[in-house]
């Protein structure tokens, strides 16, 4: 069973067009993060979630939202989609906000706008 | 320049010889994970580090914390084919997500 999953893996659109990415963890876990990954491989927090409520949002455009429905699942919407979006998008988990436990990644949606 | 340096950028070894990656943070660490990454997939933990001298082995990798220096370095003996990929350090700064370093692509080849 996959423990954090998202969907899609590949997105592919055009600019100016509005997406969304889903994700899914299935470890009981409290907290829920967005992360962007760039071209160079930097690994950017975008948003985390604790029991459905918003406890990051790291300066990221308003295009961005994020919604938390229940404890397990946090997606990601984005509106007018522009070229620099292209990135690979992570969903992470963790079982609270309290440090020392690790983060649970997904596979990733690799995006990328034409 | 980053909170969170990670050395060297790159690194290609010979199957059965052994590598270090270093991670130096700028500020204050209150933890420190290790993730690699294949190309396509997601994160996968390898180990955390919360105390100053702290040393973990997981087979043939190594991971110790230099609370002082703030620093980390990852050891990988013997490489295989296996240990290629992207390796990540994240801090922990008790700021309710992770910070990480801009990755050490590793090659191994045979």
């Known amino acids: 069973d996959t423990a954090v999953s998202q969907t899609p893996k590949y997105l592919v659109t055009q600019m100016g067009n509005d997406k969304s990415i889903k994700c899914e963890q299935n470890?009981?876990?409290?907290?829920m993060y967005w992360y962007k990954q760039d071209s160079k491989k930097f690994l950017k927090i975008m948003f985390s979630?604790?029991?459905?409520?918003?406890?990051i949002n790291e300066t990221v455009p308003n295009r961005f939202s994020p919604k938390s429905p229940d404890k397990a699942h946090l997606n990601l919407h984005i509106n007018s989609l522009e070229l620099g979006d292209s990135a690979v998008y992570f969903c992470?988990?963790?079982?609270?906000?309290?440090?020392?436990?690790?983060?649970?990644f997904g596979d990733g949606t690799r995006l990328s706008i034409l | 320049s980053q909170e969170l340096e990670q050395s060297p950028q790159s690194l290609i070894v010979q199957e059965g010889k052994n590598l270090t990656i270093n991670c130096t943070s700028s500020?204050?660490?209150?933890?420190l994970y290790w993730y690699k990454q294949k190309y396509g997939e997601g994160l996968i933990f390898l180990m955390m580090?919360?105390?100053?001298?702290e040393e973990k082995s997981h087979e043939k990798i190594t991971a110790k914390l230099d609370e002082k220096k703030q620093q980390s370095s990852l050891h990988i003996t013997a490489s295989q084919p296996s240990h290629a990929g992207i390796y990540l350090c994240?801090?922990?700064?008790?700021?309710?997500?992770?910070?990480f370093g801009a990755g050490t692509t590793v090659t191994v080849r045979a």
């Open positions: 994240g801090a922990d700064r008790r700021d309710y997500k992770l910070s």
């Open positions: 500020k204050t660490l209150y933890g």
């Open positions: 979630y604790n029991n459905k409520e918003l406890i």
């Open positions: 992470a988990s963790s079982p609270s906000l309290i440090s020392n436990q690790p983060q649970h």
């Open positions: 470890l009981g876990h409290d907290t």
């Open positions: 580090l919360q105390k100053g001298g």
